[in-house]
């Protein structure tokens, strides 16, 4: 499956933004989604996570309750709204899919979109 990332930008800290990923070339509702992170000179660390029907979501502890994770399947498209963000969360930010349910490590997702920055100023 291939994997675009939209949505990045500047954003005051405070604010939302809402990130998407469109899929296209295999069936996307037989993947899991995930959604990481990447500063300079970091590992790219897990975020969020939506199982393939979108009823079972998991997130990183400095995001839950000001993250949310979704699907459409219909439109083969996922998101990433973001609220109350903070310094932090600037980060280069990537979509990928994965056929199991429960990882949070890079190599638990096989394909991966380009990342899209956003830029949170306090």
């Known amino acids: 499956v291939q994997l675009q990332a939209s ?7 405070g604010g939302s933004r809402r990130l998407s990923c469109a899929a296209s070339g295999r069936t996307f509702r037989n993947y ?22 979108g009823d079972s979501t998991y997130y990183e502890d400095s995001v839950q309750g000001r993250f949310t994770i979704s699907r459409d399947n219909a439109k083969n498209t996922a998101y990433l ?13 990537y979509c990928a899919a994965g056929f199991g349910y429960g990882g949070r490590a890079v190599a638990d997702f096989g394909s991966w979109g380009q990342g899209t ?6």
């Open 7 to 13: 949505g990045g930008g500047l954003v005051q800290a």
């Open 32 to 53: 899991v989604v995930g959604w990481f992170r990447q500063t300079p000179g970091k590992e790219r660390e897990f975020v969020a996570a939506i199982s393939w029907s």
């Open 81 to 93: 709204q973001m609220n109350s963000l903070k310094s932090e969360d600037t980060a280069v930010y």
């Open 117 to 122: 920055l956003v830029t949170v100023s306090s």
